[in-house]
């Protein structure tokens, strides 16, 4: 079974509530899709999660601060 994007990054940084999980996601998406497409944007979001994963949790916190400013929802 495969895990779902959201439960790979909430493994990593348990502190982080799903809702802004989330957010992320859907602003990464979005940022990939103005570029690729298709399968190539489901590898980017990989990418992406593996990166997101590895990031410290102050990194994180400031990759969270940014998305929030500069999404709209």
């Keep these: ?15 982080l509530p799903h809702k802004d999980i989330g957010v992320m996601l859907r602003q990464a998406h979005s940022t990939f899709s103005d570029d690729f497409q298709g399968e190539e944007i489901q590898d980017m979001m990989e990418q992406w999660v593996d990166n997101v994963c590895r990031l410290s949790e ?6 969270l601060s940014l998305v929030k400013e500069f999404t709209l929802d």
């Design 1 to 15: 079974m495969t895990t779902s994007r959201v439960d790979r990054i909430s493994s990593v940084h348990w502190w």
């Design 58 to 63: 102050r990194d994180m916190r400031d990759l």
